[in-house]
C-alpha cells in the first residue's frame, strides 16, 4: 500500500484518522473479549454449581466498567478456575 500512496495522502490520512478515527475503540475490543470469554465460561460452566449465566460484564477490566460495577476478584478467580477445570476434565476424557 505504501507504495501507491503519496507522501501528501498518507499525511491526509493520519489527520481524518485523528478527527475521526476508524476501526475498533479499545472499548470494543475489550467487550468483544469479554463477550468471548463470557461465551466460553457459559459453554464449560457447571450448571449445578453455576444455574446462572455468566455475563461479559463480569469478565471486563475494571477500567471498561461504570462506578459500583465492578466484579470482585476472587469471583473473577473463581470463574477463571471453574472455566479451566471443565476445558481439563473435557481434554483428559478425550485421551488427551
Do not use: C
Not at 450448571?47 to 466498567?65: D, G, I, Q, V
Amino acid at each position: 500500500m505504501l507504495s501507491e500512496i503519496s507522501s501528501r495522502e498518507l499525511t491526509e490520512w493520519l489527520a481524518f484518522y485523528q478527527v475521526e478515527p476508524f476501526g475498533d475503540s479499545e472499548t470494543q475490543a475489550e467487550y468483544r473479549m469479554a463477550y468471548l470469554a463470557a461465551l466460553l465460561a457459559n459453554i464449560h460452566r457447571d450448571t449445578k454449581k453455576h444455574p446462572s449465566e455468566f455475563t461479559a460484564r463480569e469478565f471486563m477490566r475494571t477500567e471498561f466498567l461504570r462506578a459500583g460495577e465492578e466484579p470482585a476478584a476472587d469471583a473473577l478467580l473463581e470463574k477463571a478456575k471453574t472455566i479451566f477445570g471443565a476445558l481439563n476434565r473435557k481434554g483428559k476424557e478425550k485421551g488427551g
